[in-house]
Structures are given as structure tokens and as C-alpha cells.
């Protein structure tokens, strides 16, 4: 069973910066590809950021420039890091990460992130 630990969340003032991070106990070679997504209230919840394998990137139109996925392996242990600069009101949300293993989807429990203007 894949275990995803995800930290980092929390309030900020807008232009600040955070850094998100999601630990997942899975190895490189069972993953297609590692993400972000947030779901705002009364909203549905949408892509932020994605990572392959191969360490492709894709953005949301809203977050290119200001937001960058990356990350990090170790044996049996992937942990995926968005890192939030120029931090907008409309960038809150929860945050969950997602790992698409070659089996099936997994996702966090979540982290919230409030910038106040």
C-alpha cells in the first residue's frame, strides 16, 4: 500500500512563498508521473502541476512562472516538492498530491494553503 505524507501548507501573506512537500513510499520505477492539484471552496478540484518519470513538467496556465514542481528519490521512498513564490488570494485552496503508479492513482489527505491580501 503506497503511504503519501504530505507537509507545508499554511497562511501567507499575498506575494509570500511556500513550500509544499509529499513523500510517497513507492519506488521511481512504479511511477508514471507525481502532481499537484487544489480544490478552492465551491470549486472542483483542478491540476496545479505534474512531474513524469522522465521529470517532464507541466503547469496550470494560473501558477507558470510563479510555481515549480521538482523532485527528489531515494530507495523506495519519491517525494515530491511544489515550491509557491509570488503567492496570490486566489491560490487558496487544499492542496493534494497525487502519484500515478503503473496499478492505480493515490492520493494525500490534503494541505491547506491561505494567502490573505
Known amino acids: 500500500q503506497v503511504q503519501l505524507v504530505e507537509s507545508g501548507g499554511g497562511l501567507v501573506q499575498a506575494g509570500g512563498s511556500l513550500r509544499l512537500s509529499c513523500a510517497a513510499s513507492?519506488?521511481?520505477?512504479?511511477?508514471?508521473?507525481m502532481g499537484w492539484y487544489r480544490q478552492a471552496p465551491g470549486k472542483q478540484r483542478e491540476l496545479v502541476a505534474t512531474?513524469?518519470?522522465?521529470?517532464?513538467?507541466?503547469?496550470a496556465d494560473s501558477v507558470k512562472g510563479r510555481f515549480t514542481i521538482s523532485r527528489a528519490n531515494a530507495k523506495n521512498t519519491v517525494t515530491v516538492y511544489l515550491q509557491m513564490n509570488s503567492l496570490k488570494p486566489e491560490d487558496t485552496a487544499v492542496y493534494y498530491c497525487n502519484v500515478e503508479t503503473i496499478f492505480r492513482d493515490h492520493w494525500g489527505q490534503g494541505t491547506q494553503v491561505t494567502v490573505s491580501s
Open positions: 513507492v519506488s521511481i520505477f512504479s511511477i508514471n508521473a
Open positions: 512531474i513524469t518519470r522522465s521529470g517532464s513538467t507541466n503547469y
